[in-house]
């Protein structure tokens, strides 16, 4: 679909019948995948926790999208290429000269060419779900897409790796995890946060004791996205500013609350109960549309639907509580918050500071200072990201280190044949709050419960496999 012939239909019909239409590149936000309405998540039997498939040596790899992120998830598998763990070998995506431009970067690490798909119908990329093509498919294309490529991947025998969230209904949530039962391939949510420095160092410090008993986070994805939202080539079809035309509620759950699902044992002893969620009004987003200089995207202004600032409160089964807020339409500066409190400890971040608390002083309410926080960074530093964090350093891959370290584990425990370090639990979970926060709102901001994805292996405490060498 154009663009233009989106902003016309767009403006002429609001965000509410815009899903109605049918087009391949356009389908609507609110497609489920399988299962009809109402899911029942009885069926789930928890096999895929902490599964390892058999040894792949070398992980032949089908990109499926390669705009932005898909482009720069290859530059993270260069150094993996070219140490002989994996090789490109399907590229994929509706626009022709993104295919060529990927080819051209693989071209200057690996010495074999990938097929190239550049199909515009949209459907080339079935192609590349083919045992004989590939051993995993990295999914990169817009959110409506994840899905249905993740499933079908699992369908022909691969394992499935999908950019976040990785799906936005409940029955989608269910049909992955269903199928990565059934057919024993992986399906991970490429959740990159959850590989961050700083992340990892909380992570450590919690399993190292420093935090005592954790009782409550707050998370989120503040980062105002209005410039690339209204930009009109920077995503495909402007598919993300459509987005917010249809939706309300928190639509990306993941970057926040990947991390501190993982401080708080979530699924692995510990699991999200419940939750209510509230939006802002709607102001920001709708007033950039008003005076842009397009008079297609100034007609947009009345149809957004996404409030501005999303909040949602989420108690777990032992009774911990997370603060997870969205909003990408407000201008200020990027911020996951990734606050943590515990008996024994409490970080902010943004910058990070952190407080360690011997019991109750007069001294209050002062930060570590930095000497102390720089001491308790050298102790904790997680030994993934120790070991990697030279070769991070001297070549900045990606969002400071964390989406090289993501690609890296994903690879080597392929490589290996070892559990990976999220399952496809930890995706449908985190992407199903995204689902279920858009309930509460649409229900005047109602109590909603969330369902055991994991079929009851939540109960089990078994260590995560971040903390094991590959
Ligand atoms: N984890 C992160 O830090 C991070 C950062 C940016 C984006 N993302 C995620 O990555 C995904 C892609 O976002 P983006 O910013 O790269 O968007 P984008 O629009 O730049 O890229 C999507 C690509 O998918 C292609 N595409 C569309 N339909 C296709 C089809 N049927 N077959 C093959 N290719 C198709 C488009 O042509 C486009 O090149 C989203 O899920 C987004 O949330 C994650």
Redesign the pocket.
């Known amino acids: 679909m154009k663009r233009s012939d989106f902003l016309k239909f767009s403006g002429l019909l609001g965000g509410g019948l815009l899903g109605g239409l049918g087009l ?2 356009c389908t609507p936000p609110s497609q489920g995948n399988g299962t009809p309405a109402g899911a029942d998540w009885s069926s789930v039997t928890g096999s895929m926790m902490d599964h390892a498939a058999p040894a792949i040596p070398k992980v032949r790899v089908a990109m ?9 998830l290859i530059e993270m598998l260069e150094w993996l290429v070219q140490q002989g763990h994996a090789e490109i070998t399907a590229l ?4 022709a000269p ?1 295919v060529a431009r990927a080819a051209e970067k693989v071209a200057t690490f690996q010495s074999s060419a990938p097929l190239l ?1 550049d199909d515009a ?5 079935r192609k590349a779900c083919n045992p004989e093509v590939a051993d995993l498919v990295v ?5 409506h ?2 899905t249905t ?1 993740a499933i079908h991947a699992m369908e022909q025998g691969l394992q499935a790796a ?4 990785i799906a936005y209904t409940e029955e989608d949530c269910l049909a992955l995890v269903q199928t990565s039962e059934r057919t024993g391939q992986h399906c991970i949510m ?4 959850c590989y961050n420095g700083e992340e990892l160092w909380l992570l450590n410090m919690v399993k190292q004791g420093v935090f005592g008993d954790v009782t409550h986070a707050e998370c989120a994805y503040l980062h105002d996205l209005r410039a ?1 939202l209204l930009d009109a080539t ?4 402007q ?2 500013l459509r987005e917010h035309l249809e939706r309300d509620g928190n639509l ?1 759950t ?2 926040g609350l990947g991390p501190v699902c993982m401080y708080m044992d979530v699924l692995r002893g510990d699991n999200l109960s419940h939750l209510v969620s509230m939006s802002s009004n709607e102001a920001a987003l709708s007033k950039a549309l008003r005076e842009s200089n397009d008079p297609e995207l100034q007609a947009l202004a009345p149809n957004v639907k996404c409030g501005d600032v999303n909040t949602t409160l989420i108690r777990t089964t032992q009774g911990k509580s997370i603060m997870l807020q969205f909003d990408t339409h407000t201008g200020r500066p990027y911020s996951r918050l990734d606050k943590l409190c515990g008996t024994g400890a409490t970080h902010y971040g943004y910058p990070s500071r952190l407080y360690l608390d011997h019991g109750p002083t007069w001294d209050w309410h002062r930060w570590q200072d930095d000497e102390a926080y720089d001491t308790a960074r050298a102790k904790y530093d997680h030994p993934l990201w120790a070991s990697l964090k030279e070769g991070i350093t001297a070549n900045q891959q ?2 400071g280190g ?2 090289f370290v993501m690609m890296y584990r994903l690879i080597r425990c392929l490589n290996e044949g070892v559990a990976l370090d999220l399952s496809v639990y930890d995706g449908a979970l985190w992407s199903l709050v995204g689902v279920m926060s858009e309930r509460s709102v649409a229900e005047g901001n109602r109590r909603v419960d969330i369902p055991d994805v994991s079929g009851g292996a939540w109960t089990s405490k078994a260590p995560h496999p971040v903390f094991r060498t590959v």
Not at 162 to 165: C, L
């Open positions: 391949s590149s499926l999208g390669l705009g932005n992120r898909g482009s720069s994929c995506d509706v626009q993104y798909l119908s949209g459907e080339a990329w999914i990169a294309t817009p959110w897409l994840h490529m999908s950019e976040v969230p490429l959740e990159n946060c690339l920077y995503y495909h079809n598919w993300r990306y993941t970057h990606g969002h964390m989406d």
